[in-house]
């Protein structure tokens, strides 16, 4: 496929993804510390430990750099909404917007509001109403991502949904609907499938940085019992994305199974489909048993749904050219309606059947040809073989990390000691990696087919968005450049223990 460089939805796309993967370097991070930084504290009371408070205050420290940047960001990735992708913004403004309002609302107001209580407050408020704090912080962050990931899952798998001829818009027609836009297997899937890959990265954070204490020689005992916790932390996070990730897997094949073929380099499908490891090694009909708990289960490949097949429900899928006719006939109901709805009423009935019986592929009248629903494959494939490897590694030096520690042999293991400080930017690949699988993977689409990207741009040039690219890289590198150089400082200087 050729590309463009002079396009402006290329520009807006890179724009975007700029700066969600940007905004995703602080995110899981903040749900992590949070949780280790909150059970550290629960021990200090509990136990009545001062040096467990000591420990939850130098974490405290690194996760309200980390957070203060992490706002920044997802603030400019909001508005971006509305500067490049307006037309999607119009189109799906009464759904898309309805939890990401709730969320700056509730749960960023709720985390705010702790965070200023849980940072400042430790001798202002009783021990109990600031542990209290930092709890709810942790869930706040966790409430925050729950309403974005509700509005991502539902570009996913777009249910709830009505389509209004007459305004031209996706809208929520009843209070039902929210239900369903709020439960949609697909959002709480992701939902607790990132909250769990933040647990993974914050437990990761925390012991690399304790390793990197051990492997110096210094607060040994601090590090030891940070290892205790973020290890702990890191480890269940790692199960529970492993069970998710599962879950995500099923949902892929049951609602995104062009996603899924591009993970897996899928040309044509079949039973007992096979699952790559790397291209030429395969475990024989594995691939039907993770996208379908059935080892003769049926997944379709690129082709497959390109040319139409038929389900595991014998339910028979059209081809992508089929859809795009069917889109196109909707496209044309719809210019028919909006013109005859004034003067000729039952003309315009008429027309409104004929969208009502093709709406639900209207999205495919914009694409160009049937292989435009092909999204970068070599990109998803690595993506999430970067994302499964480096996660088996992870979990192998957690557990490695928390035996050996509780051994008391840890900070003899130099080897080791640097294995996990090397974890630390391969969370970070998994992390961006996972990133790259839920959103490229379901190219060319903003919303799973209903809406392409090429249609839900702004009328904005080129040079505008090339302009304002370059501008966020240069203020976002500085940022991180800056954030970088204060934790590294604030890791340098240590706990105030020992």
Known sequence: MQINIMDAVIWSRLQFAMTAAYHWLFVPLTLGLAMAMAIMETLYVVKKDEYWKKAAQFWMKLFAINFAVGIATGIILEFEFGTNWSNYSWFVGDIFGAPLAIEGILAFFMEATFFAVMFFGWEKVSKRFHLISTWMTGIGASISAFW???????????????????????????????????????????????VTSGWVTGGVFVVAVSCWYLWRGRNVQFAKRSIFVGGFVGLLGTVAVMLSGDISGVQAAEYQ???????????????????????????????????????????????????????????????VAEKMEMGRTALEALAQYRTLKDTDPVA??????????????????????????????????WAFRFMVGFGMLIALVLV????????????????LLILAMICLPFVYICEESGWIVAEVGRQPW??????????????????????????FLGVFALFLAIEIRIMINAIKKGPSVE
């Open 446 to 471: 903003t919303i799973q087919g209903l809406l392409p990207v090429n249609v839900a741009i702004s009328d904005t040039s080129v040079a505008e968005v090339m302009t304002t690219f370059f501008v």
């Open 257 to 319: 199974p062009m996603k899924l073929a591009a993970m897996e380099g899928l040309e044509n499908g079949g039973r007992r489909a096979p699952f790559s490891i790397v291209p030429g090694v395969e475990i024989p009909g594995m691939l039907s048993i993770l996208a379908t708990h059935d080892l003769n289960g049926y997944v379709p490949g690129i082709n497959d749904i390109i040319n139409g097949y038929t389900d595991n429900e014998g339910n028979i899928v059209p081809s």
């Open 148 to 194: 974005i990931l509700v509005a991502n899952g539902w570009m996913q798998n777009p249910v709830g949904t009505t389509f209004n001829p007459d305004t031209v818009r996706s809208e929520m027609a009843s209070a039902e609907a929210f239900w369903d836009v709020i439960s949609n297997p697909v959002a709480v899937s992701k939902f607790f499938h990132s």
């Open 400 to 415: 490695l990390v928390l035996w050996f520690n509780y051994k008391d042999k840890l900070p003899k293991m130099n080897w």
């Open 348 to 381: 315009a009935a008429a027309a409104r059947e004929v969208l009502e019986a093709n709406v639900q592929y209207m999205g495919y009248g914009y694409l160009e040809s049937p292989e435009d629903v092909i999204p970068p494959v070599g990109m998803v494939y």
